[in-house]
């Protein structure tokens, strides 16, 4: 029988002014009902980096998970990100919820000087990470002779607290990385595919088709890891209105039939997520801006658990 998909709720939080402020945000989230705090990871932006940044939120609170959606794989070398996430999950014990990535903002990597190689590339490589990541957090010396990758006889220490690993999160919307997160992830955030030159989504993969056939995409390849796995998306805009007030939103994109898009009363967004949840297993649904925060959080504290 399929696994129960109680809703979960996640929030993107880049920056605050102050440790204070920081762990205030952190702390409102777990108050309302969130259970996760997650940071992006890039370069360019006012954005924290992930890994004090996660560290400072896990130690302002008490039930709150901390994550990323998501590290850039190009940006770290696996064993290093390794021995990074293993500290983390083990001083915050095992609130870790590790996003992982390829890179693809070509912004990132003008400015600081890196190679952004092709998609296919790097999704081959963020598979082969995956595999010194996995490696690395299981007991013993690993080693590997990859294409990207050469680890000899490397036993790090400390281990995760969660075992045999934290849980780990891949995001995309590509058929490659679908199929990679179908075979590796414990959650998986459905996206936009992005232009292979790093410059933004790519405007043919939206609507209603294209998100129903991420899930066909993911299901097929998972087999029977399906069931295990935990569905979501990103709610990349929002929309909440009172009963009766009329809606004059001058944009109707193509994802207004998605999860993506959350339009109308209260009432409508919750029902639509149920939607989702029960006809299309969706369960993890991560709040991409912080200026909707006070419009979403009665929906969490509605919905979260149940």
Same mark, same amino acid.
């Given at each position: 029988m399929p696994m129960d998909r109680p809703f979960r709720f996640a929030a993107v939080v880049r920056e605050a002014g102050s440790a204070r402020a920081w762990a205030e945000k952190a702390r409102r989230l777990e108050g309302s009902g969130f259970d996760a705090l997650l940071v992006p990871d890039h370069l360019v932006g006012p954005r924290f980096a992930p890994v004090a940044a996660?560290?400072?939120?896990?130690?302002?609170?008490?039930?709150l998970r901390v994550g990323t959606l998501v590290f850039a794989n190009d940006f770290r070398h696996p064993a290093v990100l390794a021995k990074e996430a293993a500290t983390v999950d083990l001083l915050s014990e095992g609130r870790l919820e590790l996003g992982l990535g390829t890179g693809w903002m070509a912004a990132d990597y003008t400015r600081a +000087?890196?190679?952004?190689? !092709? !998609? +296919?590339?790097?999704?081959?490589?963020?598979a082969e990470a995956i595999t010194v990541l996995k490696g690395l957090w299981s007991d013993g010396p690993f080693t590997i002779h990859g294409e990207h990758y050469r680890i000899t006889g490397l036993d790090q220490t400390p281990k995760p607290w969660r075992r045999p690993? !934290?849980?780990l999160l891949l995001g995309g919307g590509g058929p490659r990385m679908l199929r990679l997160a179908a075979r590796e992830a414990d959650v998986i955030n459905l996206g936009m595919r992005v232009r292979a030159d790093g410059t933004g989504p790519d405007g043919t993969d939206g609507g209603l088709a294209a998100f129903l056939a991420k899930i066909d995409t993911v299901r097929r390849a998972?087999?029977?890891?399906?069931?295990?796995?935990?569905?979501g998306t990103s709610v990349q805009q929002l929309g909440v209105r009172k009963k +009766?007030?009329?809606?004059?939103a001058?944009?109707?994109s193509r994802q207004d039939e998605t999860p993506q898009v959350l339009l109308g009363t209260r009432q409508d967004v919750v029902d639509k997520l149920r939607h989702w949840r029960d006809a299309h297993d969706l369960s993890y649904f991560v709040l991409h801006h912080e200026r909707d925060?006070?419009?979403?959080?009665?929906v969490v504290e509605e919905l979260a658990g149940r």
């Open positions: 996660m560290t400072a939120a896990a130690c302002a609170t008490t039930r +000087g890196l190679e952004l190689r !092709p !998609p +296919g590339v790097r999704v081959d490589r963020l690993h !934290p849980r998972a087999g029977d890891r399906y069931d295990r796995i935990e569905l +009766g007030e009329p809606w004059s001058a944009d109707s925060l006070d419009a979403f959080t009665p």
